[in-house]
C-alpha cells in the first residue's frame, strides 16, 4: 500500500499546483491513496464545498484539516455531508463532522495539537480510545495538526507500532526527519505545504512583516508565484501494518 500524504495546501495556488501534479505522481509513483490537509484551501484559510471538490477533483482522496476548518460559515454543513473532509478528532462531541474516515482497509484519522494552537480534548487519550473500536486489520494513518515539534514527536512516539503513520501539519514548513519508528511506525514532523515559494507559510512578506512591525491587525493575502509542492510518500506492508520505507517527495512548480 502507497499512500503520498500532501502537505498544507493554500489558496488557489495551491489548489492549482494540486490539480497539475497529483495525477502524474500518482501514475508514477503507483499511489493508491491521497491524503491531503486542506484547512487554508480557500483563500488562505478555511474550506468551502467548491475549493474541497477542486481537491477531490485533483485526485485527493480524503481531506484532513485543522483549527482554520471554522473560517468559512459554509464548511459546518458540508462537514456533516462530507465524510472525506476531516476536522480535528478531539474536538469536544457535538461538533460538526467526523475525525476520521475509513476507506478500504485504511482508517484516516486527524488530530489537533493542544501546545500554543488550542485547549482541545486530549489528542493521545482520544486516539486510545478509538484505537480500541478499530477493525484489528486496519492500516491506521495520522495526520497530526499541531504547533510543538515536540508534541508532534511525542504522539509519534506514543503510537509507535500502534499506527502505521504519523505525519505533522500545521507550521507549512517541511521538515527532514522523515524516518521509521522502532516499533514500525513512519514519522514526519511536518509535511510543509502546497503553497507560494516567496512568501512567509503561503502569505505576502508584507502583510506578515507589518503585523510583525506595528502590532496592528492586518489582512493576510495569499501570495503569487512559483509554488512549493511538500509531500511524503509511505509504503506500508499490509499483513504487518506498519511502513516499510518514508521518502520526501517535493518539488516547485513555475
Known amino acids: 500500500m502507497r499512500i503520498l500524504f500532501i502537505g498544507d495546501i ?3 495556488p495551491g489548489r492549482r499546483a494540486v490539480q497539475a501534479l497529483v495525477p502524474g505522481l500518482r501514475r508514477e509513483h503507483k499511489i493508491d491513496l491521497v491524503v491531503a490537509n486542506g484547512e487554508n484551501a480557500a483563500a488562505g484559510f478555511g474550506i468551502t464545498p467548491d475549493t474541497a471538490e477542486e481537491l477531490f477533483a485533483g485526485s485527493v482522496d480524503v481531506i484532513t484539516t485543522g483549527g482554520h476548518v471554522w473560517d468559512k460559515k459554509e464548511a459546518e454543513l458540508y462537514l456533516d455531508e462530507e465524510a472525506r473532509v476531516l476536522r480535528p478528532l478531539n474536538y ?7 475525525g476520521y474516515h475509513r476507506i478500504g482497509n485504511v482508517t484516516v484519522v486527524n488530530l489537533m495539537g493542544r501546545v500554543f494552537i488550542g485547549t482541545l480534548d486530549c489528542p493521545f487519550r482520544t ?3 478509538l484505537l480500541e473500536t478499530l477493525p484489528r ?3 491506521v494513518v495520522v495526520d497530526f495538526h499541531a504547533e510543538a515539534t ?13 499506527v502505521s503513520v504519523v505525519v505533522g501539519t500545521h507550521t507549512h514548513v517541511p521538515t527532514a526527519d522523515q524516518r521509521i519508528l522502532p516499533k514500525g511506525t513512519a514519522y514526519v514532523t511536518d509535511l510543509g505545504m502546497v503553497g507560494p515559494l516567496n512568501s512567509i507559510i503561503g502569505n505576502e512578506p508584507e502583510d506578515v512583516l507589518a503585523r510583525f512591525l506595528y502590532q496592528t491587525p492586518r489582512r493576510l493575502g495569499v501570495a503569487t508565484g512559483p509554488v512549493r509542492f511538500n509531500s511524503v510518500l509511505v509504503e506500508i506492508d499490509e499483513a504487518t501494518r506498519l511502513a516499510r520505507t518514508i521518502q520526501r517527495v517535493d518539488s516547485v512548480m513555475e
Open 10 to 12: 493554500i489558496g488557489k
Open 127 to 129: 486516539m486510545d480510545s
Open 137 to 139: 486489520a486496519s492500516l
Open 92 to 98: 469536544p462531541p457535538g461538533v460538526p463532522g467526523q
Open 150 to 162: 515536540s508534541e508532534k514527536q511525542a504522539l509519534g512516539w506514543y503510537l509507535d507500532g500502534r
